[in-house]
């Protein structure tokens, strides 16, 4: 442990001291890829590329490369890399490019004495390449016009079955291959539903001819398995409108590798900045930004990560973010700079004092400042001042509302599934957590683990909620690594690398979790339950009808010696910080929560093909977790510290195209609960909660809320209020980030124009407007109080004129309706609407 | 197979955070009343037919889950315990016979045809039957499904001020099975959730919460407060960078144009109509929503439903299980079927004489049938095996029966119908090809409706 800890810190001070350096670019070298190919196949097809790498980055094709083979009996390689082979042998191609040359080696395999097409390395992956066996084809649970394969080829038996056996063996015709319907289909010689999907001269459409002909081998008991893909160039740095080509490989376990380019599947993370030009690996630059181009083969997924900086305006060219203030040794700044200046953007100043300590204020502790907060700060003339009130409100006792709230989102405290005892209990356990900042790996290993009585020990409704291994096992992914793997219950992950097996697996390490007590229904009973970890109990995997050792995702299967509660050794597992997961999943949600968008988005979907905007930044979020064991105040800490979050959402012409790489400080609607507080706040009436309303829209009263609750002390979110479904709260069914909306819509603006919440709570008889029309000030000290409540700042000397004069019109009788007219104005701008 | 969203996926479980994300935009396109270049390019895909630009539905829901044996599939012939206390009549349709409860139903029968072979294998519990029958689907997996009236607006966007999905009188309410009920935009997301009137249009002080600024604050002060609030909004001029506080911002002009908007103002007014129509639809709530719905489809409003009743419980409903606090027989008779029987009858007159029928589907679904055989208490039970909805207008021809039950009411005997042919029907009449596809949850196709579901095609030949 301490050695790796020492290996990663390590890493971390290097790559802290390499990236601000980044001195002279270093001098571009010529590469020929793959650096290693054999072919099976006679004639034209295969293909190298020579690319120009910089600093271990490709920098774009080599164009004009005149490429040479050492042995053209063998091979002959034309202008563009494309490769012919003559017979069996090895031979060597070179390529000339400038004043370089390099080159690769490739062999032809002989066909006579190798094993022929294999089903599962090659046919199965022909079929995938031309959707036979996509969702809305022959991959349809129900198959396709009588002919049903399983989804990219999941279940290689069952789909050899369905080809050679089904329909009386019509789809295949050993003597006749040509004739199969299996090659007349698809070629649209035969009438077909989903058209022509191949070719008749195509390679593959020979490889199935050749297949049927050589018997329609069915999957080979002894084939090594695949070990994993690559693809070629992994990193590349291009401006708009280069071009680019993957090369895709497949590295079996027998050490044999093979190009299997065009039967890859690629995808672009983000069409704006990346457009395929091609379906085998063709790339085109069209946008700014960092992307990446996914490419699926056989159930795994490898990224080729793509950086395409913005054009230089003409203000800041050459100069970049240097001019702007950054923090010296923060991790965030570091590399958030750094990519800025890869990508050519420019960092707006930093926020003035009253914006910091409102969104300093909203974003720890889901409150605004108090006036005399406001006031204070701005007239403390000390220079740590921003550090301090960080540090004052991580000790906050509104931290920890607020934060135990946003966990409840993510561990669904909800009376739609828990008796309301029950769900105090959940969120008791829940907030003690927070209060005490217990490390996030201590945390969840504490839920995980979890078992006793649902009302003694508060963290076991976790298994309330959720009561089956498989929905404990979907549940536990999504909410702690991010991974939706719902998909795989039913067949491999379409486009992720989770397979049914791996699934069923996991699934099976929640089999012996069992309760005694109550069953479940939300409307009766006390809700005490017992949750145990029973001796026996296994899933079963419904499509094989056996029982899989359970196993970790990723990890190593669990020996049957084994006596342990599986469920430790899944948290083991689960928080070692070898697991790529769980440290970034946690390491998004909280960036989130400052920034409104993740470093991966959307925040809880972390799977493999979906990229980090700045895979750096992601890395130094993560560093930092290890490096203080999972302490979230601390990595909290330094995200807040840093420039990156303290700067102003002033829009530079240098950074006007950016949304994502956090040049700037983007404005987002405060989320439903805050804004609900926030308007108490502002107008001294707090909002009330008295019933809880199920799923199906039966009302209970509850008693746990007395007068002056927030509703981000709320337990639950079931409590019933109008307010906050319309803006958008989090309803806490399924864990997802996704379930909590800030979207702006019409009917809020009409409810808080003209809604109950906020005029009830500007006419009330005791509150902000009431104790201002007492105090007697003239109409300038007013306009400064109502500033200060609503927006946390002074009015400026504009606006304390544009009021002033409003108000002269004013006659007597109306003052206290220009008063609230006045609060209506600034709580219901966007000034007061949004983080900014 | 239509994929009009397809460009932006990269595949079938793709990237979902763009694709989520473009359709949220377009979700708050049609909620500003942008939604006219969004339909175009929805139509250019292949989603919506062209020449159904003026089609509307009101989906009529009749919560609690009516008897089809006691009204629309009477079996006279069958033992006491299943033919229940009520006798058949004749009607303007010589195919259709109807219950004696519901005479003036008959003296329309030549407009609207019945489907008696409806049945879905969901629970038979009333939530589950209203998001199967809502939607077309089941909801499993944690996917909530939208509403056909999510769908329409999402495809169709706007005609005018008033948004296009509206609900009257209110949401429903419980059902006592604790599950969703259907009535939201689903994974379409909360922009596609239905604008819900969430007030009774029969009383007399009738209005539409949040439409209008509260009494105390007139014209005057409406005015000042926009002028107050312009100054402020001056400020950040960082904002028209961002987003979503640029939508923000349409929001409030859509909201202070709506507010202002004459034509919402008139389409919510029922007392512009004369009180002879307002009579002849039944001064009750059920009546009244009839009548507004009508007025809200003039107004451009796409797609109405209207909850017969907000939830089975201490209210007269069709859940006639014949005990407390359920229905009786007889309450449905005297106190459910005249109110229904009246405000029916009045719409579809009513549209059929403002030329309106042709361009407007009323749908009538319920979440159930009931049982065939009479229970102790003189009532009937939860059935789902076999049920009878009707249609009305929007292409359909009037006067026929789709489907026939067994002898006792029990299954589809002929022509079995499930409940994604229903809202396929729903979407043949509003012109959306129900093969097209939404993104939903992960970036996962989700066809209009389920493979396999096909409208009621009989229904408009």
């Not at chain 1, 992914?477 to 699934?503: R, V």
């Not at chain 1, 959307?602 to 992601?618: C, K």
């Not at chain 2, 009045?346 to 009538?364: F, Y």
Request: net charge neutral; glycine share 10%.
């Amino acid at each position: 442990m301490n050695g790796f800890l020492r290996a990663v810190f390590l890493g971390l001070a290097w790559w802290l001291g390499a990236v601000p350096v980044r001195a002279a670019e270093p001098r571009e070298e010529l590469r020929v890829v793959p650096d290693r190919l054999e072919l099976r196949e006679r004639g034209p097809g295969s293909r190298v590329t020579a690319l120009r790498f910089s600093g271990g980055i490709c920098v774009g094709m080599a164009e004009g490369v005149r490429f040479e083979s050492s042995d053209p009996r063998v091979l002959e390689v034309g202008p563009d890399g494309e490769l012919r082979s003559r017979s069996p042998g090895e031979c060597r191609v070179r390529a000339y490019w400038n004043q370089e040359s390099a080159e690769t080696v490739v062999r032809v395999l002989d066909t006579e004495s190798d094993a022929g097409w294999s089903f599962v390395r090659h046919v199965l992956p022909v079929l995938s390449k031309a959707n036979c066996n996509g969702g809305g084809c022959h991959g349809a649970v129900a198959g396709k016009g009588g002919f049903r394969l399983s989804l990219s080829g999941y279940d290689p038996a069952a789909d050899h079955l369905s080809i050679t056996r089904e329909a009386l063996g019509r789809r295949i015709e050993c003597g006749d291959p040509l004739r199969s319907l299996l090659l007349t289909k698809p070629t649209a010689a035969a009438p077909h539903k989903g058209g022509r999907r191949l070719d008749t001269g195509s390679r593959d459409y020979r490889l199935l001819a050749e297949w049927i002909a050589g018997g329609a081998e069915g999957p080979r008991a002894a084939e090594a398995a695949l070990e994993r893909i690559e693809v070629i160039p992994s990193r590349w740095r291009l401006p708009k409108g280069g071009r680019a080509r993957l090369l895709v490989q497949a590295h079996y376990a027998d050490g044999r590798v093979e190009d299997v380019t065009r039967w890859a599947k690629f995808a672009s993370t983000d069409e704006s900045l990346l457009r395929l030009s091609d379906s085998v690996g063709g790339v085109e630059v069209v946008g700014y930004g960092e992307g990446a181009v996914t490419a699926w083969f056989s159930s795994r997924i490898v990224m080729s990560r793509v950086q395409s900086p913005f054009p230089a305006a003409a203000a800041v060219a050459g100069d970049g973010p240097s001019k702007t203030p950054w923090r010296a040794g923060n991790p965030v700044d570091e590399s958030v700079r750094a990519q800025l200046k890869d990508l050519r953007l420019e960092a707006s100043p930093l926020c003035d004092d009253a914006t910091f300590l409102r969104r300093i204020h909203l974003d720890l502790t889901g409150l605004p400042p108090t006036p005399e907060q406001v006031l204070a700060f701005l007239q403390d003339p000390s220079a740590g001042k921003r550090d301090a009130v960080i540090d004052r409100l991580l000790g906050s006792s509104e931290y920890t509302d607020y934060w135990a709230y946003r966990w409840s989102d993510v561990f669904l405290v909800n009376s739609a599934y828990l008796r309301p005892e029950a769900v105090k209990r959940y969120y008791q356990w829940l907030r003690g957590e927070v209060e005490r900042n217990t490390p996030w790996d201590q945390l969840v290993r504490n839920v995980l683990t979890a078992r006793g009585g649902s009302l003694e020990e508060g963290a076991t409704n976790f298994f309330a909620v959720h009561q089956e291994p498989e929905s404990m096992a979907e549940n536990v992914s999504q909410a702690f690594m991010g991974l939706s793997i719902n998909c795989a219950k039913c067949h491999n992950h379409p486009l992720e690398k989770w397979t049914n097996d791996q699934y069923y697996a996991f699934a099976n390490l929640f089999a012996r979790v069992r309760a005694k007590g109550w069953g479940g229904d939300v409307r009766s009973g006390d809700g005490k339950r017992t949750l145990y970890n029973a001796p026996m109990g296994e899933v079963l995997q419904p499509r094989t009808g056996r029982v899989l050792p359970a196993a970790p995702l990723d990890g190593a299967p669990v020996t049957p010696e084994e006596t342990r509660d599986r469920r430790e050794i899944l948290a083991d597992w689960m928080t070692a910080p070898s697991n790529p997961y769980f440290t970034r999943t946690i390491a998004n949600r909280i960036w989130a929560a400052f920034f409104g968008v993740g470093v991966v988005n959307a925040v809880d979907d972390l799977r493999l093909s979906n990229p980090a905007t700045n895979e750096a930044l992601m890395e130094a979020l993560c560093a930092h977790l290890v490096k203080h064991r999972y302490d979230l105040k601390e990595l909290m800490r330094m995200i807040v510290q840093s420039a990156t979050y303290q700067r102003s959402s002033e829009v530079l012409p240098a950074n006007r195209a950016d949304g994502r790489y956090f040049s700037r400080y983007y404005p987002r609607r405060l989320m439903a609960e805050v804004l609900c507080d926030a308007i108490g706040a502002a107008t001294g009436v707090p909002e009330e909660f008295s019933q809880v309303q199920l799923e199906d829209g039966e009302l209970r009263k509850t008693e746990f809320y007395p007068k002056g609750t927030r509703a981000l002390q709320l337990y639950d979110s079931a409590v019933r209020s109008y307010f906050l479904r319309t803006f958008g709260r989090n309803a806490r069914a399924i864990t997802c980030d996704c379930e909590r909306s800030n979207q702006p819509s019409v009917v809020q603006a009409l409810h808080l124009s003209n809604g109950s919440t906020l005029n009830g709570k500007l006419g009330a008889k005791e509150g902000a407007v009431s104790a201002l029309m007492e105090s007697a000030q003239d109409w300038s000290r007013m306009v400064e109080s109502v500033f200060l409540r609503c927006l946390s700042r002074l009015p400026t000397d504009a606006e304390r004129a544009s009021y002033e004069a409003l108000f002269k019109e004013v006659p007597e009788p109306e003052r206290r309706s220009a008063l609230e007219d006045l609060f209506w104005a600034l709580l219901t701008s966007r000034e007061f609407l949004f983080q900014h | 197979m239509l994929d009009f969203l397809s460009e932006h996926s990269g595949g079938l479980c793709g990237p979902s955070h763009l694709k989520r994300r473009e359709f949220l935009q377009v979700g708050v396109l049609s909620a500003l009343g942008l939604s006219l270049p969004q339909m175009m390019e929805a139509k250019s895909k292949g989603a919506v037919r062209p020449g159904y630009e003026d089609r509307a539905c009101i989906l009529i829901f009749n919560l609690g889950g009516p008897s089809q044996l006691d009204l629309w599939d009477m079996k006279p012939d069958a033992p006491a315990e299943v033919r229940g206390p009520f006798r058949p009549i004749a009607t303007k349709s010589p195919e259709i016979q109807i219950s004696e409860v519901l005479p003036m139903h008959a003296k329309i029968a030549d407009q609207f045809s019945l489907v008696r072979s409806c049945h879905h294998d969901g629970a038979a519990v009333h939530d589950a039957g209203w998001q199967i029958m809502q939607t077309g689907r089941r909801f499993t997996g944690g996917v909530q499904t939208p509403h056909m009236g999510s769908v329409a607006g999402y495809l169709l966007g706007t005609r005018g001020d008033l948004p296009p999905f509206v609900v009257l009188p209110e949401l429903m309410g419980r059902g006592g099975g604790n599950l969703p009920n259907g009535q939201a935009g689903g994974f379409l997301g909360k922009a596609h959730d239905p604008f819900a009137l969430m007030a009774d249009p029969s009383k007399p002080n009738f209005k539409v919460p949040d439409l209008l600024p509260p009494d105390q604050v007139g014209a005057v002060r409406m005015e000042r407060r926009q002028r107050m609030r312009e100054v402020v909004e001056k400020a950040l001029s960082q904002f028209e960078e961002s987003e979503d506080a640029r939508l923000m911002d349409e929001h409030f002009h859509s909201a202070f144009r709506l507010m202002s908007s004459e034509q919402a103002r008139r389409a919510f007014d029922l007392s512009q109509e004369p009180d002879s129509v307002r009579d002849r639809y039944g001064r009750n709530r059920f009546g009244q929503c009839c009548l507004l719905a009508r007025r809200l489809i003039e107004n451009g409003v796409r797609f109405v439903t209207l909850n017969t009743f907000l939830t089975v419980f201490g209210e007269t409903t069709w859940d006639i299980h014949g005990s407390k606090p359920f229905t009786s027989i007889d309450g449905m008779k005297n106190v459910v079927c005249p109110m229904y029987d009246q405000a029916y009858s009045a719409l579809i007159e009513d549209l059929a004489q403002r030329g309106m029928l042709a361009n407007t589907m009323v749908a009538a679904l319920s979440e159930f049938g009931r049982t065939p055989k009479v229970n102790p208490a003189g009532g009937r039970d939860h059935w789902p095996g076999c049920f009878t909805v009707s249609f009305a207008g929007g292409g359909v021809k009037g006067g026929r029966v789709i489907g026939k039950s067994d002898p006792i009411g029990g299954f589809p005997a002929e022509r079995p119908v499930v409940p994604g042919d229903l809202v396929a029907t729903v979407f043949q009449s509003l012109g959306l090809e129900h093969e097209s596809h939404l993104v939903g949850p992960g970036g996962r196709p989700y066809p209009l409706v389920d493979f396999g579901c096909q409208p009621i095609r009989e229904l408009f030949i």
